[in-house]
């Protein structure tokens, strides 16, 4: 009688074959469709944001409180996921991602009913912890789904920046839309009231989404037992490296927020530059709403766009070095923001546009490219290695839009921009701290 040798177990870190013994075609479709949801969740994560200017004029909200608002996101979203992925890693349940996504898909529709800004900041907080709550469960499942780690981190990653983009460029055109009624009356608040429209599309992706990911393994079988073999100093310079590469996000994202605020502010001044003599307050917020979203929707064109590239051509020796040239080319395009103003009106919308791009590519385009590194340095983790890098970052991201608030009253837009730029070199220095040695032998491209 003859034996078949068995298997030497996989390397940590080696290519995915983690996925469920499913039917390739099956898993092809699950993979599609968590990318998908994650498009429409990251729409209704920048509803609120677009319409911000608009929403602002209705309820008289000063600048404190505009970056009160925009601040709540990243606290209510990171704070979230950490422990949601806890959960989900403890539990190997998805479940907390899809009741997040239904939180997140009802509360962000109901904004326009907010009445003052206390109304807003709950409605606001409860829809970005129910986002927030999505992406662990979903970004875990979609690491195990797909082949490769890297590239269908960056495919997910690219989703929501095209989600994103979308609730930026279409929320404020379609409340635009919506304001008019048969008469050709406008009245700002019914558009508002309108968002209740997308509930049902939200609800379609919800139960796709748990179609979805219910069965998805979140890590290798044995992830846990080959974690445990390797040695303790081998497991302290994984979590080393994920540390270091966690306190990089916080950079890149409290950087992120910061530039939301101050490009939000950019527009508020250009709309009052180029609108007509006499106009209301309400076509005023509107007209700076549909400004604001195509300039926040490219911050999301360069993140995603770059970070598709990278996530599926970078080699893992190249990973270090454009964790350190990117915050550098991101810095230069935030400083040079303020400089457009100077520009004439009919080019400088133009000019921050391509900054905007520009600044997104530096801070967004490698948060696909860390989110796997760390869930190969952590495989037996997939789920709290996402949240990290997701959630855990972004939930210092508060800090940006605020102080960015305070650095503009105390010494005008163009210093708070140059302060966000240096803030942002930061996450340079520490990539330059990363173990590239460790990174290259974790390496599953």
């Not at 007509?276 to 979203?293: F, K, R």
């Not at 210093?415 to 032998?441: D, K, N, S």
Request: with cysteine.
């Amino acid at each position: 009688m003859t034996t078949t040798p068995a298997k030497p177990p996989t390397e940590l870190g080696s290519t995915v074959p983690n996925v469920s013994p499913a039917a390739p075609s099956s898993t092809r479709l699950r993979f599609g469709a968590t990318v998908w949801s994650h498009s429409v969740v990251d729409f209704f994560s920048f509803v609120g944001v677009s319409l911000l200017p608009l929403i602002a004029t209705r309820l008289e909200l000063d600048n404190t409180q505009k970056a009160i608002v925009l601040g709540i996101g990243p606290v209510a979203s990171g704070g979230i996921q950490p422990v949601v992925a806890w959960i989900s890693d403890k539990t190997n349940s998805r479940l907390p991602g899809v009741l997040g996504m239904l939180l997140g898909v009802l509360c962000v529709s109901c904004l326009g009913f907010a009445e003052n800004f206390w109304q807003l900041v709950v409605l606001t907080a409860l829809g970005t912890m129910g986002i927030g709550a999505y992406h662990p469960p979903a970004a875990a499942a979609c690491g195990q789904l797909s082949r490769k780690r890297s590239l269908g981190m960056a495919i997910f990653f690219l989703a929501g920046m095209l989600g994103g983009m979308a609730g930026n460029i279409f929320a404020p055109q379609y409340v635009d839309a919506m304001s008019t009624n048969a008469d050709g009356v406008r009245d700002a608040g019914a558009g508002l009231h309108a968002l209740t429209w997308f509930i049902p599309v939200g609800l379609v992706f919800t139960g796709v989404l748990l179609w979805a990911i219910q069965k998805a393994p979140h890590r290798a079988h044995d992830a846990h037992e080959r974690h445990r073999n390797l040695a303790a100093e081998e497991q302290r310079r994984r979590w080393h490296a994920v540390w270091l590469l966690y306190a990089g996000n916080v950079v890149r994202f409290t950087s992120n927020n910061a530039l939301i605020y101050l490009l939000l502010r950019f527009t508020e001044l250009h709309a009052a530059r180029v609108a007509d003599a006499g106009i209301n307050q309400d076509a005023l917020g509107t007209l700076a709403s549909e400004y604001n979203g195509p300039i926040q929707a490219a911050q999301q064109l360069g993140m995603g766009g770059a970070g598709l590239l990278l996530g599926a051509s970078l080699a893992p020796r190249l990973e270090k070095p454009m964790l350190v040239a990117t915050p550098v080319l991101g810095a230069l395009a935030i400083a040079a923001v303020p400089w457009a103003s100077d520009a004439p009106a009919s080019v400088s919308y133009w000019i921050a546009l391509a900054l905007s791009v520009t600044a997104g590519v530096g801070f967004g385009s490698m948060l696909p490219v860390t989110i796997g590194m760390a869930q190969r340095l952590l495989p037996h983790r997939t789920s709290l290695a996402s949240g990290l890098m997701l959630g855990g970052a972004w939930g210092f991201a508060f800090i940006g839009p605020i102080t960015a608030e305070r650095i503009e009253e105390a010494a005008g837009l163009k210093l708070a921009h140059i302060a966000v730029a240096g803030f942002l070199l930061l996450a340079a220095g520490l990539a330059t701290l990363l173990p590239g040695r460790l990174l290259l032998e974790t390496a599953d491209d």
